[in-house]
């Protein structure tokens, strides 16, 4: 079972809706992160929350926006998708973002995404 | 810039042969490595990080990762493999963000593990 938990599992959605991705993790993490992994590909960075500030945007597409209402809960509001960002978004959460560079990063299970 | 290089985007073995899963990061100084394993449809599972402490590391699902900084190598092996260890494997590495002295993870490109019966 992981401990970061990612709601929901799948999505579709059309290019003109409005959803959201939802994260949570109990662990007492301070650091939070979105990424995406398209088929065969690594997972990329795109978002990293530290201390519910926003510490990394890797030039994610403004359609992509990320909220973090308190140390638990990190989401990801999409809106005005195309077909190409249909991936699978990953959360993950890790003790720290600064002196713990050894701190592994915690995985949820992720959403797949498809937009039509 | 900082990276890591997985060498063999695919791998085969036998069940109960040796996996050797390969990894290069390059830097100027000792990075704080990670190798985790990804089953379809599920998110990344850490399988073990080398942090300086000792250059051998264990972790899980009997799973090993050796630190060589002459080599700037942090090969994943296990004596024995099996059938339940198909999956990908990412050897990762923690980066600092220039402009914002956060931790980054970057992952290589992947290794797919076959193993046959």
């Known amino acids: 079972d992981t401990e970061v938990t990612q709601t929901p599992k799948h999505l579709v959605m059309g290019m003109t809706n409005k959803k959201s991705l939802k994260c949570e993790q109990h662990m007492g993490h301070r650091a939070m992160y979105w990424y995406k992994q398209k088929a065969k590909k690594p997972p990329e960075l795109m978002f990293v929350?530290?201390?519910?500030?926003?510490?990394i945007n890797e030039s994610v597409p403004s359609r992509f926006s990320p909220e973090c209402p308190n140390s638990s809960l990190l989401n990801l509001h999409l809106h005005a998708l195309q077909p190409e960002d249909s991936a699978l978004y990953l959360c993950?959460?890790?003790?720290?973002?600064?002196?713990?560079?050894?701190?592994?990063?915690?995985f949820g299970n992720g959403t797949r995404l498809t937009v039509t | 810039a900082q990276s890591v290089t997985q060498l063999g985007s695919h791998v085969s073995v036998s069940e109960g042969a040796l996996v050797l899963l390969r990894c290069n990061y390059s830097s100027s100084v000792p990075p704080y490595l990670f190798w985790y394993v990804q089953y379809p449809n599920q998110g990344l599972q850490l399988l073990l990080k080398y942090t300086s402490a000792a250059t051998l590391v264990k972790g899980i699902n009997g799973f090993e990762a050796e630190f060589k900084k002459s080599e700037t190598s942090f090969h994943l092996t296990k004596p024995s493999a099996h059938m339940s260890d198909a999956a990908e494997y990412f050897c990762a590495v923690r980066l600092k963000d220039g402009s914002s002295n956060t931790g980054k993870l970057i992952f290589g490109q992947g290794t797919t593990l076959q193993v046959k019966p």
């Open positions: 993950a959460s890790s003790q720290d973002t600064g002196q713990g560079w050894n701190s592994p990063l915690h």
């Open positions: 929350y530290s201390y519910e500030k926003l510490s």
